[in-house]
């Protein structure tokens, strides 16, 4: 069994290679202070196994705190020359509340065209042992099907549950709007797309729900900012309208809980009850919740929902705080269709993907003139077809259309549509999709799917 | 109707926006008709100017103001604009009740560039918590005034200061930060912003120092010789001065010296800003680099400052050990705007004039489209908005970008540009890419490639190169601003705007290869620039942290 500090050093190379995607010859920046010097230094060991180039740049906390007091708040010339160079970069400072400035500015300057910046606040041995160590490949077809579901869902119904004393528990749900294509979910696998930035360790799909609608109770029996749950303890939080309405619970996670609302209150008093969030955690390298938010929102087994700012998730509530309340092994409904149940996964593919030979075809006029729309779109080697949405700044939603065959087809007449500002008539589109094997039928009820997912208009 | 004492709350007025962020650079005047508080209303990033005049009629009473008395005044200040420069509107204010129901006379001074502010306006911008609420409720009610096109800070083909200048932080600071004196070369691709940064530059200077001595050159093929360059700038430093061509035939001999008892003597700063330096080494180039020697000379000195903006050329010459530009002063290479910087440009002007883009999908899909590039991004601003003077509502990301790629400009600036720029073999190379991009699956966003891939593309095609070819073909290429280099990755590209390959492949991406290889196997000759090794040097100089200025 390897110890800690091999496990660690095989996540950092996973961090590099699978996270960053970084290459020998590539330039890395890595930030780090004095509480993150250990894991740190196992990423600068990695780095030079891979023969990248390093950036190194060791800022203290004072320093991070120093930047917060600066009037301007201009990273100085050797952190921008850092970051400039670089192909990935890594932010591995400690998570301090007085940082936030410092890292919040490396976020904004790293995350541009070109580079992948992975966000590693509060990194220590552990999460590069377990939390970044786990099959990317699992967990991109998961933060997939969930981006899917939360893309094209009007109303998630979360059911979390409060464990009696008698050992029973009693389920509260709490019903949230979700759009249905009005909103993009986040999908944050941990492996961070070019141009742009992602938490690393990674592990969920989160969206930011649509404001002052979603209503009922909500049991948090996991961790929050600073506190871990231990069961059978719980807190239930009311909603209405979008706002938490009451709490109910006491014990030692009331008092932490009501000191958190308390800074929330002090801090913003209109959105700091306002629901910002729904997301769903999916990684199984993190086993524990600890009360670092960051972490225990991606822990497999868990959904949780925040309080406060959604703007930087595509949302429309702007606030100074976010906070994040994660529930155990919830069960999760999208449109009534099983998501999670107990905390494991219950997503069934033919619930979300189109299988071409079920799909009602829209009436087309053959006349009718189709376009891409703005959406991007990449075709998979493999010929699936997988969208590309921006959703805030240097966040993306990422999600394959349709079942296997249906992907195949997708692509295939995608591929036939010209690009912006031209039209092609859907009966020049069905003589070409024709010529290559594909019927009337698959054909029209494609352009059907492409256009659900507004991919075409 | 009451009447107010309605000076004394107009100037209440201007001293609250002053204490909300609206600084006043100019001290206030008085004539006839107008006490006048000139405003700073950089801040909203509209179309406003560099600075804009609060007019605040006299002797009038506003209580009992009638049409036609209201209308003298609106067209006193009108006159008053008139004779204005660097100033996009004025303001007046009323103070009454009047204009509010009279649409007529709104319209009539909105078209004479005068916006009116009633008393209920004033009193809801005053009420506006200090900071974004302040600016969003003066920007809303100047729209509301003025029209969202006269504001709209989104001018296709002029360079861009004061209030519609976006983002360059750093840049700025870099170049304000050696004020004690020096030289400042920015240089860049075409249209990615060198012109506006060295203009926002000096305005910025000059508002820090109004006594600042101040000549602003532009270069390009204008002058032949040094002579003509030095007495273009004496001229504008001092139109009086002696020392001009025909008077003083040691003026290159003595430019120097002038030049620092200006500000030794007279205690006065210098700033000379020389846009497209290109032009300049041209000639300097073949007369051993004569004018940059003596530039050197005079501003590498206390309180003298020397701007220079060019491309090609500059570049080179900034390379170049032998150049005399190579180590003076501070270099700021000038890229795409960052993210961030792209969604402020979009976001910031648009939430000012009350037109809320927060739940749309647009400012993403702007940056996906534009990549960065400034000239790009002013198009599809200047299209939202035009879009929304005719809907009234903000488009969707797919219905904005279609009016965009629409427009014959937009694909000039994307595509004619790369037409009109380049070697039959860089077309060549650039349609191989692309088809190779597409088969293999990868979005052009993020395909990248190396001179091997190249290499290897045109051999296919049989079109041999030899390193040095390769070499020129990819600098080309990057000072074309089609390619630039990937960051972190040495020797690798990535296509400037990935949505160049758009027009290629509506244009069919088969029959421009193949146009493009027919010209290459006709023609054997190439155009010759300065080889990749120089752009890397540069590159990398522009990358280390460069000590103080003397």
């Known amino acids: 069994m390897p110890d800690l500090q091999e496990l660690a050093q095989q996540g950092a190379q996973k961090v590099l290679q699978e996270c960053l995607a970084l290459k020998a010859g590539e330039v890395l920046a890595i930030f780090f202070d004095e509480r993150t010097s250990e894991p740190a230094h196992l990423l600068i060991a990695a780095a030079r196994l891979l023969d990248l180039e390093l950036r190194v740049r060791q800022v203290s906390t004072a320093e991070q705190e120093l930047f917060a007091d600066q009037a301007t708040q201009e990273l100085c010339d050797e952190d921008q020359d850092a970051m400039h160079s670089a192909r990935g970069i890594l932010t591995c400072l400690s998570a301090s509340q007085r940082g936030t400035p410092y890292r919040a500015k490396l976020l904004q300057f790293g995350t541009t065209d070109g580079k992948r910046l992975g966000h590693m606040p509060g990194l220590d041995l552990s999460i590069l042992a377990h939390a970044v160590n786990i099959d990317y490949t699992a967990a991109n077809t998961r ?217 009602e075809p829209a009436a087309l006029a053959a006349d009718t003139c189709i376009r891409r729309t703005a959406a991007n779109v990449e075709i998979g080697r493999e010929q699936s077809l997988r969208v590309r949405r921006v959703v805030a700044s240097g966040r993306q939603c990422t999600y394959t259309v349709g079942d296997p065959e249906c992907t195949r087809v997708l692509a295939a007449i995608y591929n036939l549509l010209p690009f912006m500002p031209h039209t092609r008539t859907v009966s020049a589109l069905g003589t070409t999709a024709a010529q290559l094997g594909i019927a009337e039928q698959t054909f029209l009820a494609a352009l059907t799917v492409l256009r659900k997912h507004e991919l075409i208009r | 109707m009451p009447v107010v004492d309605a000076p004394s709350l107009a100037a209440q007025f201007v001293k609250n926006l002053r204490e909300g962020g609206f600084r006043s650079h100019r001290n206030p005047s008085t004539d006839d008709d107008f006490d006048v508080h000139y405003l700073d209303l950089i801040p909203l990033k509209i179309r406003s100017g560099y600075f804009t005049p609060f007019l605040i009629p006299r002797r009038t009473t506003y209580g009992d103001v009638s049409h036609d008395q209201y209308l003298a005044i609106i067209d006193k200040a009108a006159a008053f604009f008139a004779h204005q420069t660097n100033s996009n509107f004025v303001v007046l204010l009323a103070g009454g009740q009047l204009a509010r129901q009279d649409e007529e006379l709104r319209a009539h001074a909105a078209a004479k560039s005068v916006a009116i502010l009633e008393r209920g306006d004033m009193d809801a911008i005053a009420a506006a918590p200090k900071g974004r609420p302040k600016e969003r409720a003066l920007g809303t009610t100047l729209r509301e005034t003025l029209g969202l096109v006269r504001l709209s800070p989104y001018v296709i083909g002029r360079h861009a200061t004061g209030s519609r200048f976006f983002g360059r932080r750093t840049q700025v600071n870099k170049l304000m930060s050696g004020r004690q004196g020096g ?15 060295l203009k926002e530059v000096q305005r910025r200077m000059i508002n820090d120092d109004p006594s600042m001595l101040v000549a602003d050159i532009y270069g390009g093929a204008k002058f032949q010789n040094t002579y003509e360059v030095l007495s273009a700038i004496i001229k504008a430093l001092q139109p009086q001065a002696r020392l001009l061509q025909d008077r003083e035939p040691n003026l290159i001999r003595n430019f120097s010296s002038y030049i620092h008892a200006l500000t030794d003597r007279d205690r006065k700063s210098v700033a000379v800003f020389i846009d497209e330096l290109d032009g300049l080494l041209t000639f300097d180039a073949e007369h051993n680099y004569e004018l940059l020697d003596i530039l050197r000379g005079a501003f590498d000195h206390e309180r003298c400052h020397v701007y220079f903006a060019g491309f090609r050329i500059t570049m080179e010459a900034k390379a170049n050990k032998l150049c005399p530009l190579h180590n003076f002063g501070r270099l700021v290479a000038l890229g795409p705007l960052s993210r961030e910087e792209t969604l402020e440009m979009i976001n910031r002007p648009m939430e000012n004039l009350g037109i809320d883009l927060s739940d749309s999908d647009l400012t993403g899909a702007i940056y996906s489209e534009t990549a960065g590039q400034p000239e790009l991004i002013q198009y599809c601003g200047a299209e939202l908005v035009h879009y929304y003077v005719e809907t009234g509502q903000v488009p969707d990301a797919t219905t904005l970008l279609t009016r965009v790629v629409q427009d014959r400009g937009y694909e000039q600036a994307i595509f004619g540009s790369f037409l009109q720029n380049s070697t039959a073999r860089e077309r060549l190379a650039c349609y191989l890419l692309i088809a190779n991009a597409e088969q293999q699956s990868t979005p052009l966003d993020a395909y990248e490639f190396g001179m091997a891939t190249i290499d290897g593309l045109l051999q296919k095609q049989k079109v041999s190169m030899d390193e040095h070819d390769l070499y020129t073909l990819i600098s080309n290429l990057q000072v074309g601003g089609i390619t630039t280099p990937v960051e972190g990755k040495q020797h690798e590209f990535r296509f400037s705007v990935p949505q160049f390959a758009r027009y290629c492949m509506n244009l069919d991406l088969s029959f421009l290869t193949g146009k493009a290889l027919h010209e290459v196997m006709r023609a054997r000759t190439d155009r010759k620039l300065f080889p990749l090794s120089s752009i890397q040097e540069w590159v990398a100089e522009s990358e280390t942290p460069e000590s103080a200025p003397p």
């Open chain 1, 143 to 359: 933060c997939d099907n969930l981006a899917l579901a939360l893309t094209l869902g009007h109303k998630a119904t979360l059911e979390t549950y409060e464990a009696l004393p008698n050992g029973r528990s009693v389920a509260h749900q709490l019903e949230i709007p979700l759009g249905g294509m009005r909103r993009f979910p986040i999908t944050s696998t941990g492996v961070v797309p070019l141009g742009t930035w992602g938490n690393v360790p990674g592990g969920e799909t989160f969206i930011a729900p649509i404001e002052n609608l979603a209503g009922g109770s909500f049991v948090l029996s996991g961790s929050f900012h600073g506190f871990v749950l231990t069961p059978p303890e719980s807190l239930i939080l009311r909603f209405e309208k979008g706002r938490v309405v009451g709490v109910d619970g006491s014990g030692a996670s009331r008092g932490h809980f009501d000191r958190l609302l308390a800074t929330g209150y002090a801090l913003d008093p209109i959105n700091y009850l306002a629901l910002a969030e729904l997301g769903i955690g999916v990684n199984p390298g993190i086993s524990d919740l600890t009360g670092a938010p960051l972490l225990d929102e991606k822990c497999a087994g868990t959904a949780h929902i925040a309080l406060g700012d959604s703007a930087r998730y595509g949302g429309t509530i702007q606030s100074s705080i976010h906070e994040d309340f994660v529930t155990r092994s919830p069960s999760l409904w999208i449109d009534g269709r099983p998501i999670l149940d107990h905390g494991t996964d219950a997503f069934r593919g033919a619930d979300w993907r189109e299988n071409l030979e079920q799909v």
């Open chain 2, 183 to 197: 030289g400042c070369t920015i240089v860049g691709n075409r249209r990615i912003g060198k012109t506006s940064l």
